[in-house]
């Protein structure tokens, strides 16, 4: 009978753990960092966007047929921009922004 209350423990201490993690502060500012460098890739994917609102405009319900290859440029362009190694490399030549909002964040 004890395993249940073990297991209630075990779980209550993951969903802490698991709450610490994402309200710290550097948890936080990288987050607020990260949305930072996705829009930067966004406006770097900006005409490719455009092209393909344009074209869902045109083709209305076709979209899915007609505007494919342009959705699929959309989509390197994305994961080129806003790749996970990107943003690390992004994020060492930032750390001093980093360090400044987990900072800011504190106060």
């Known amino acids: 009978m004890s395993e249940p209350n073990s297991q209630a423990s075990n779980t209550g201490q993951m969903k802490d753990e698991g709450r610490e993690a994402r309200l710290s502060f550097r948890r936080f500012a990288e987050h607020k960092m990260r ?30 047929f007609k505007c494919r290859d ?23 030549e930032n750390e001093g922004e980093l360090e400044k909002l987990t900072i800011r964040s504190k106060n």
Do not use: P, T, Y
Request: proline letters at 0%; one cysteine or more; hydrophobic letters at 40%.
């Open 35 to 64: 949305r930072e460098f996705k829009e930067a890739a966004i406006k770097k994917c900006d005409g490719h966007l455009k092209a393909f609102g344009q074209c869902a405009q045109d083709s209305g319900l076709l979209v899915v």
């Open 70 to 92: 342009l959705n699929k440029k959309i989509n390197e362009c994305m994961m080129e921009n806003n790749s996970d190694e990107k943003f690390q490399a992004w994020l060492k």
